[in-house]
């Protein structure tokens, strides 16, 4: 699988990552043993990096990982794991105390001794014009604890303002065909800055695999179930805070796009590794065969290219008015 650097982490990561969001809790039950077949099948197609969180399962999706890394030693994975929703959402807590004590728990749940990638976790807005915060981060690579850090940040204002700190080497945002904005800026600035872009939420919770209806039934553990008015957590991480029915719709049309023997969920993978700037995306996937089919996408970039202008034309007739002017 073609490798990309990951911005000034200077390391080289698959283009196609897997997020490991559902390998912890909130899209319903995942066995242990299917977790790790999970991790086994990416890792077989080609894919190098894992994304993780600490409050992901409460720390299960980590725990998962340290343990299949324990047991296959030799492979070189990069990992980044997040922090900082393990507490009131309020800047005060963002303090380099805190921060030893969440990183050494994702260490310990890891089995490593330095985090490769800590990001921070959709943090308050505030938190990125504190000298304080990235003052300490800077202190927490020095003592050698983590190698790299970056953010993950719900609105586009938000990474404009991590890219311009000197030692960010990555932004983890939610780009996907039904969320365009990051094109705009973000992604022309973080090229230019050397930052890395890494690409959440890609298929829009689901929406763009083309295989959900009106009456699809999600588990009452599935944010997709819960979280469709932001009663849990920020709206735009669920469908990317589209609406569900109008979400429907624009997958119909997306779904037209697509050629024989591509599958929906692909070209809409594709699609986001064909925009200049993008490092990895990171789509989660809760058996083998999803993670295999999303590895394959990096195979279809040139597909990817060639629907860009009707990718646009979709966006703007669905989305833009409501979207674009939220994050």
Wanted: charged fraction near 25%; include cysteine; proline fraction near 4%.
């Amino acid at each position: 699988m073609e490798q990309r650097t990951l911005g000034r982490t200077n390391r080289p990561v698959s283009v196609i990552g897997l997020g490991t969001w559902q390998l912890g809790a909130d899209w319903g039950e995942v066995e242990d043993k299917d977790a790790v077949a999970v991790l086994d099948a990416a890792v077989e197609a080609g894919v190098t990096f894992f994304d993780t969180a600490d409050v992901y399962g409460d720390g299960r999706s980590e725990t998962t990982i340290g343990r299949f890394l324990a047991a296959n030693p030799d492979l070189d994975i990069l990992v980044g794991t997040k922090m900082g929703r393990r507490v009131d959402q309020v800047p005060e807590n963002y303090t380099l105390s805190n921060f030893r004590q969440w990183i050494d728990r994702s260490r310990k749940n890891l089995g490593v001794d330095a985090l490769d990638l800590v990001q921070l976790h959709c943090p308050p807005t505030a938190v990125y014009s504190s000298d304080e915060v990235f003052d300490a981060l800077d202190t927490l690579v020095g003592d050698g604890v983590i190698r790299n850090y970056g953010v993950s940040v719900e609105r586009t204002d938000e990474a404009l303002a991590a890219i311009a700190r000197g030692n960010t080497a990555s932004v983890q945002i939610i780009l996907n065909a039904f969320r365009l904005k990051p094109l705009d800026e973000v992604l022309p600035a973080a090229k230019a800055a050397g930052v890395g872009i890494i690409a959440r939420v890609p298929l829009a919770s689901g929406l763009l695999s083309g295989k959900y209806t009106k009456d699809t039934a999600f588990a009452e553990n599935d944010h997709r179930n819960y979280n469709r008015t932001g009663a849990a957590f920020d709206v735009g991480e669920t469908f990317s805070g589209v609406d569900y029915e109008t979400g429907l719709q624009a997958a119909r049309d997306f779904a037209e796009l697509v050629p024989e023997g591509v599958s929906t969920a692909q070209a809409a993978l594709a699609w986001i590794i064909a925009r200049d700037g993008v490092s990895t995306v990171i789509p989660g996937a809760r058996n083998p065969e999803q993670a295999r089919a999303n590895a394959a996408a990096a195979d279809s970039v040139g597909l990817g290219a060639e629907i860009s202008a009707a990718v646009a034309d979709i966006y703007d007739r669905h989305f833009r008015a409501t979207v674009h002017p939220k994050w």
